[in-house]
């Protein structure tokens, strides 16, 4: 069973904030996922390679040359808050 | 003109040979959509008037100077970014995001002339397996509305099966496009990995999301594959097919030997879809096809291998959702930091926060690699396994999916219920292979879908499989929802 600690640890680390009746469920239904997902322990995995894509292609080149592009107020339109062509965002401290 | 008669090849020879114009065609499905959408809950957006002027543009075109698409609609999922047209994914955090770009899939149609008939209802960022995460409406089964259409390209699933679009693009990273075409009678498709661009594809798991048909039939899917694949400069890992693909003619199986996967066919299987897959299975032998049980024991580590892998690369990818330069930002926060927390908080679903927890937790310093090194190397047995099949038979043929449509609200309360649903298609996204969905009969009267999976960039040789075996089963019945329109 995951603790409320490392939930709360978790929940910091990907930027997501709970109720406090929320944890109890979270643990609960994490723990729940882990376990699951424990039984590849079952498997005999030595000496064998991992896979991050199942059709791997490898050095994917372009020549190095400016192509049309967004237009710098095209691409922060859909920003919450813009100012001259910026993002603005909340002070960080 | 009857909506639920029509295939988008019907469409485009009504419109070449000028029987209908592109204008009465429209209308027809957005009839189609105002009489059957309040129930069926299928579209988020419908772009009623643009598809109309786009229509009345092609009429006033010469035949002769139409491409060969042009005219037929389509309607799209809402992962894809649509250029000038909200694109929400389903979830609270894009409402009212408008892309500045269209996704390269939609681009190719957008450039074949096809006119979009609007955006399609999905889980969550395409989490789920019954369209009941998407955070606007749910989607109901159009063959009963009690149930659930699938997901998570429920909404495109639904909207072809009630003919409120002649076909549909949907995404595939764990089943996606072939549960729900397997929950309510169409076909689906998901392509090799690689086979077409995700630029512009809302990314979930990028290692296994893929876009691909759904339609109405078999020569549909192959039509919709040949618009939609192709290498794309912007997504340096697609790879486009090895030709073009033709629209499938087979029809016969003599001499192709389809593996039974038995790791599929255990317990979690009911006895309804079982004997709709049998009679199957006696067809292929009736079309001179050979079918023979094969065991590929790593693939019952399927679904445990994807919840660590698909919630991995999901916290990653959703990690862009920050409040800062698109969607949802809580507003007279305090800090930086503050912002994120709320604004990501109140924009995301439970369903969503849940992978992205599991995600950062498999991800975290210290569990690296006792679970995603674990997953990932039990990907290469699923892999090796998959390879050892094709040495000894063409295709693989399973269930799509264990069970036929269950009710709303049945699974949501146990997400590891949830998760069980996609058994049979997972291993599939996990090996990156091509596999169809294509409805073989009912059970209880719920439509029961089979699959056929090929070995890599075999998308040809699977279709006209698929297309021989689809002519035999000549699955005809319709959804009891066409009683509204006749």
Not at chain 2, 52 to 67: C, G, H, N, T
Not at chain 2, 169 to 184: K, M, N, Y
Not at chain 2, 193 to 217: E, H, K, M, N, W
Request: with cysteine; charged share 20%.
């Amino acid at each position: 069973m995951i603790s409320r600690e490392e939930v709360e640890h978790v929940a910091r680390l990907a930027r997501l904030r709970f109720e406090e009746h929320e944890f109890e469920r979270l643990a609960r239904e994490l723990s729940k996922i882990l376990d699951y997902v424990q039984q590849l322990g079952e498997l005999d995995l030595s000496g064998v390679e991992p896979t991050a894509h199942a059709v791997a292609v490898k050095n994917v080149f372009r020549p190095d040359e400016a192509r049309p592009c967004l237009a710098q107020d095209q691409a922060v339109a859909g920003g919450p808050a813009v100012e001259r062509g910026q993002f603005v965002v909340p002070r960080i401290g | 003109m009857d909506a639920f008669s029509l295939t988008a090849l019907r469409c485009r020879e009504l419109l070449a040979s000028r029987e209908v114009s592109a204008t009465e065609l429209v209308r027809l499905y957005l009839d189609q959509i105002a009489a059957l959408d309040p129930q069926v809950g299928a579209y988020l957006l419908v772009t009623q008037e643009e598809a109309l002027r786009r229509a009345a543009a092609v009429d006033a075109k010469r035949p002769a100077e139409r491409k060969p698409w042009e005219g037929v609609p389509i309607a799209l999922k809402d992962v894809l970014c649509t250029e000038g047209v909200e694109t929400t994914c389903g979830s609270k955090i894009l409402k009212g995001y408008v892309p500045p770009y269209d996704a390269t899939a939609v681009a190719k149609l957008r450039e074949a002339g096809l006119i979009f008939l609007g955006k399609l209802n999905m889980d969550e960022f395409a989490m789920g397996s019954s369209t009941e995460n998407s955070g606007y409406q749910l989607t109901r089964n159009p063959w009963d509305l009690e149930r659930v259409p699938g997901g998570s390209s429920g909404g495109s699933a639904a909207c072809v099966a009630a003919a409120e679009a002649p076909w549909a693009l949907g995404t595939d990273t764990g089943g996606s496009i072939r549960q729900p075409a397997s929950l309510c009678g169409v076909v689906g498709l998901k392509p090799t990995y690689g086979a077409v661009s995700r630029y512009g594809l809302v990314a979930f798991a990028s290692s296994l999301d893929q876009i691909g048909p759904l339609t109405r039939d078999v020569k549909d899917a192959a039509a919709l594959l040949d618009l939609i694949a192709g290498r794309d400069p912007m997504d340096s890992t697609s790879l486009g097919l090895p030709q073009p693909i033709a629209i499938p003619r087979a029809t016969d199986l003599v001499g192709k030997r389809f593996g039974i996967i038995g790791e599929f066919m255990g317990d979690a299987c009911e006895a309804g879809v079982r004997e709709v897959f049998n009679d199957a299975v006696a067809h292929i032998h009736a079309l001179g096809g050979v079918c023979e049980e094969v065991s590929l024991p790593s693939v019952a580590k399927g679904i445990a291998a994807y919840y660590i892998i698909a919630p991995a690369e999901a916290s990653s990818n959703l990690a862009r959702f920050d409040g800062v330069r698109y969607g949802h930002r809580t507003a007279g926060t305090e800090n930086l930091f503050e912002m994120y927390l709320r604004s990501r908080s109140e924009g995301f679903g439970p369903e969503v926060k849940r992978r992205i927890m599991i995600g950062t937790y498999v991800l975290s310093a210290g569990y690296y690699e006792a679970y995603y090194g674990q997953a990932q190397r039990t990907r290469t047995l699923i892999i090796e396994d998959f390879q050892r099949a094709f040495a000894r038979f063409d295709y693989l043929i399973s269930p799509t999916s264990p069970t036929v449509a269950f009710t709303i609200g049945e699974r949501t309360e146990d997400p590891l219920a949830m998760y069980l649903s996609d058994l049979c298609t997972i291993p599939v996204n996990l090996a990156g292979l091509p596999a169809i969905s294509l409805p073989a009969g009912l059970s209880r009267g719920l439509p029961v879908g089979l699959q056929l999976i090929g070995p890599h960039f075999s998308e040809q040789g699977l279709l006209e499989a698929a297309h021989a075996l689809e002519q035999r089963l000549a699955f005809r019945a319709l959804p009891p929802i066409v009683e509204v329109i006749r």
